[in-house]
């Protein structure tokens, strides 16, 4: 390995360099990046000085980015929007199906929507900053039209099942089969012989014909009553109750769950108050005796309820 030397005017004589290619090489790599540096240094320098709009037009290509990101954001805010007034539209057929005021414009508060975006591309940072300011706005509007139809369904769902229900347990099909003899209303007793209300239908019938429940309920009286003779009560819900007397048999007994269509007594002669096998059918709302004709429907054939 060669060795270098330089000459020492102290000591007047050549001394060895030690470590002489370490140093050599880390100074060739200082240099190096000093010179690099001022490579880049200048290039950029003279790249400003040549270019001094570089910076802005790239920033106007961002801006130009920008707006067009803008732009699709506004095209799906009114797709869904559209989509949206479309379901709105939807949900008003839908209340009237259960007995619900359909919604107006103004409960909907329809917000800006449409036109409210038309010839949006902003010119400056002012129109830009307006653009922005109205697509907030327009975005609360969609949320507020979202959380109203979320309210809508949810009321409409609530009152679907309370309709459900409801239709299950309402009285609908004659009870029994057989020639309405006496109805609703007054009339002069057959045995009192006096003027007084029938608060319900009489249906002539052998004894021992079915008698099926017409509604959904629960028996809440099942015993002898007076007049009436064996007698059955069953309470529907919804303030609604049905009965039925002078029968010879109970099939049910108090408490007891019962549908649409479920054999629960049949007709019979009992009680000091009737003029012959048949039974007597009262309706009652409240405690109220409604007309049980209202409730049996010419379309509803009692034996397609029965063989369910």
Do not use: C, W
């Amino acid at each position: 390995m060669k060795h270098f030397y330089y000459f020492s005017k102290n000591k007047l004589k050549f001394v060895e360099i030690k470590n002489f290619y370490r140093k050599f090489i880390f100074l060739i790599g200082f240099f190096s990046i000093i010179n690099a540096f001022l490579v880049f240094s200048g290039y950029f320098i003279i790249n400003e000085i040549l270019n001094p709009d570089l910076e802005v037009k790239a920033l106007q290509q961002k801006s130009r980015n920008l707006q067009t990101q803008v732009s699709d954001l506004i095209s799906k805010y009114e797709k869904f929007e559209s989509e949206l007034d479309k379901l709105t539209s939807q949900s008003n057929d839908l209340r009237l199906r259960v007995n619900l005021e359909p919604l107006t414009e103004e409960d909907r508060n329809i917000g800006f929507g449409g036109s409210v975006f038309e010839n949006f591309i902003p010119n400056n940072s002012l129109e830009f900053d307006n653009l922005l300011f109205r697509l907030n706005n327009y975005i609360d509007e969609i949320g507020a039209k979202l959380e109203l139809e979320k309210s809508n369904y949810s009321e409409i769902e609530t009152t679907l099942e309370f309709n459900e229900k409801l239709y299950d347990a309402i009285p609908a099909i004659m009870p029994t089969t057989g020639r309405i003899s006496d109805s609703y209303g007054m009339r002069m007793h057959p045995i009192l012989k006096i003027r007084r209300m029938h608060s319900g239908l009489d249906f002539v019938t052998d004894i021992g014909t079915p008698v099926y429940s017409p509604g959904g309920g629960t028996v809440s009286f099942a015993g002898r009553r007076g007049g009436y003779g064996l007698t059955l009560e069953i309470d529907h819900g919804f303030g609604y109750q049905t009965v039925y007397a002078h029968l010879s048999k109970i099939n049910v007994k108090k408490g007891q769950k019962i549908k649409r269509g479920d054999l629960i007594a049949e007709t019979g002669n009992s009680g000091k108050l009737s003029t012959g096998p048949h039974l007597h059918y009262e309706v009652r709302h409240n405690g109220i005796a409604l007309n049980p004709s209202n409730f049996m429907f010419d379309d509803v054939d009692l034996f397609e309820i029965v063989s369910k």
